[in-house]
């Protein structure tokens, strides 16, 4: 019974240790903290002043409601994912992921740690974004304020997944910021964001199928225009999820031990 149960404790002790060690390492950086937590409400915030004075035609819910609230799930996913790949990568270049890969922690215990500690920062991230926008900026929509929460959050969580992939494949931080465009950029082209997906080219449509951040603009527009819960919003925050724990798993996968 012992050696049963001995293995899974070990476990998650290990699991959690990642989790408060990296939450502790996050408190001891403002600077961090601070782009964290104030750069997508600041962006917002500009969004904003942007459409402040632009007349929507009767009817119709302003530039602001529309634009804004897709862009409180890309935000936090752009934002988490660039800080999430430096980070990974610095314990890589400091030697602290090299002195973690050779103690009874998994791989998988590691990157779990990890995204657990920046998907707590995630939620306070997207928790005072939409703060800020329904409460100050008065961002009107069909559904709950929670739901519009929760896809940001699971958005964040997105970004922090792909960005622990992306730097299994980096060697310096510079190369991670250089995932970036590779990763971040076609999906907010083809988010729906800029142009509706259904007016896409028949290939981009294809390509946009397969990126999760398009299901994660979906679920906030569907959020947008009803005032319940739907069917697809679930399927697509269902896609979304899916996509971060393959991710995850990916990361755990490619993630390889090295030496100098």
Do not use: N
Request: charged fraction near 15%; proline fraction near 5%.
């Amino acid at each position: 019974m012992t050696t049963t149960f001995a293995a899974p404790v070990a476990s998650v002790r290990c699991y959690t240790a990642t989790t408060i060690r990296i939450l502790r390492q996050l408190r001891a950086d403002p600077r961090t903290i601070a782009m964290l937590l104030l750069v997508p409400t600041l962006l917002l915030t500009l969004l904003y002043f942007v459409y402040k004075d632009t007349v929507s035609p009767p009817g119709m819910p302003r530039l602001f409601d529309r634009v804004g609230i897709s862009m409180l799930g890309i935000l936090p996913f752009i934002v988490m994912f660039l800080i999430t790949a430096i980070a990974m990568q610095r314990e890589r270049t400091s030697g602290t992921l090299e002195r973690l890969m050779t103690t009874p922690l998994s791989k998988l215990d590691l990157l779990a740690g990890y995204g657990t500690a920046f998907s707590v920062a995630a939620a306070a991230q997207a928790g005072l974004a939409c703060l800020v926008s329904f409460w100050l900026f008065d961002m009107q929509a069909a559904g709950s304020v929670w739901l519009v929460l929760l896809i940001a959050v699971l958005d964040a969580v997105l970004g922090v997944a792909l960005g622990l992939l992306a730097s299994a494949f980096a060697r310096t931080e510079f190369q991670a910021v250089q995932f970036m465009p590779v990763i971040v950029g076609p999906q907010f082209f083809l988010c729906g964001l800029l142009v509706p997906r259904g007016e896409l080219p028949r290939w981009l449509q294809i390509i946009s199928d397969v990126l999760p951040l398009s299901y994660a603009v979906d679920a906030l527009q569907q959020v947008s225009r009803h005032s319940g819960t739907t069917a697809d919003m679930w399927r697509d925050l269902g896609i979304v999820a899916a996509f971060a724990a393959v991710a995850l798993a990916l990361g755990a996968a490619t993630l390889r031990r090295r030496t100098a």
